[in-house]
């Protein structure tokens, strides 16, 4: 909780000073509402939650002296009510062999880090971990997955640049099969420039995936760059669109000011985050806690 804490100190404390400046001598009234509401805004909170916040704070104590005390325990209480139905541990069905993730998400949100992290995880829990180097567009992506590989003791599939992605995922479900792997991880490529070709391409490994078992990919998370803030909802949106996504990771809140924008996420799409990155090291991945979370952002 404490390196939660730290990593979200600077949207809390961007949030609680303005907050402070707002009710210092004064009662709480429809302008001061007023200027709350755009503060959570602000915030990347998002509007639906920013007016549950100030809905409350109103009903409790309209017309009153407010504390920042006051409004942090409410801001608190209702961003722990928005992310509570979507803080979920991962579960795995192993009776699949392998469990299928498929890891897609806009270049530089994390993908490659995260798939390593996780690898380091499973594997440390005891199971079997195949990797498949699923971004051929790029091969410091390659090359990036293989140490991960090397480090967490998995195995991987990888083939050369330019190669079909799709084709790769395929073989690699085959050979994580023969091999008896528990969980299969495959990496994609995010390139947002080429949009039609990316979507295509993901649209086709989930398509042959299916082929090999109707059920996968098993799992489809995306990775979110917090530090994007607002953009971070449209990416969901697109990606869930095609290539089903069917849960979250929220990578980079350590030390970034816009944290807030999962409240606004997990508000809007009510999708499973299973885990968050605080940070670039193998260790760096924490289970996704409501309550943890909320009072690390509300202060
Ligand atoms: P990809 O292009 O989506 O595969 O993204 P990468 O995994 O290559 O990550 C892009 C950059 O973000 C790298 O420099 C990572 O070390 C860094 N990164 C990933 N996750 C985190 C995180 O949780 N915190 C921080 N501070 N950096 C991260």
Do not use: C
Not at 38 to 66: K, N, P
Not at 156 to 184: H, P
Not at 236 to 258: C, H, P, Q, S, Y
Request: hydrophobic content about 40%.
């Amino acid at each position: 909780f404490q390196r939660l804490r730290d990593g979200l100190s600077r949207t809390s404390s961007q949030l609680t000073g303005q907050i402070t400046a707002l009710f210092t001598k004064r009662k709480l009234d429809d302008d001061t509402l007023q200027d709350l509401e755009d503060l959570l805004i602000q915030a990347d909170l998002g509007m639906e939650t920013a007016l549950r916040i100030t809905d409350t704070l109103a009903s409790e104590r309209y017309g009153r002296d407010v504390t920042g005390e006051d409004v942090s325990r409410i801001m608190a209480d209702e961003i722990t009510k928005v992310l509570t139905p979507v803080a979920k541990p991962l579960t795995l069905d192993l009776s699949h062999k392998p469990h299928v993730i498929l890891v897609v998400g806009v270049n530089g949100t994390g993908k490659t880090t995260t798939i390593g992290k996780l690898a380091a995880k499973l594997s440390g829990a005891g199971l079997k971990v195949m990797l498949a180097a699923g971004d051929t567009f790029r091969a410091a992506a390659i090359e990036q997955l293989k140490i991960w590989a090397e480090r967490t003791k998995s195995h991987i599939v990888a083939t050369k640049l330019g190669a079909d992605a799709a084709g790769l995922a395929y073989e690699a479900f085959e050979e994580a099969r023969r091999q008896k792997s528990d969980v299969l991880i495959i990496d994609t490529a995010g390139r947002l420039q080429n949009r039609t070709e990316l979507m295509a391409e993901l649209e086709k490994i989930v398509r042959v995936l299916g082929k090999l078992d109707p059920d996968a990919p098993h799992t489809v998370l995306q990775t979110l760059d917090a530090t994007t803030g607002q953009n971070a909802l449209n990416q969901v949106e697109i990606f869930r669109n095609v290539a089903g996504v069917n849960g979250l990771i929220m990578t980079k809140l350590d030390g970034t000011a816009r944290g807030g924008i999962l409240v606004a996420i997990s508000a809007k799409h009510k999708l499973p985050v299973y885990f968050i990155g605080v940070g670039e090291g193998i260790d760096d991945l924490e289970p996704f806690e409501a309550r943890d979370f909320a009072r690390a952002i509300a202060g």
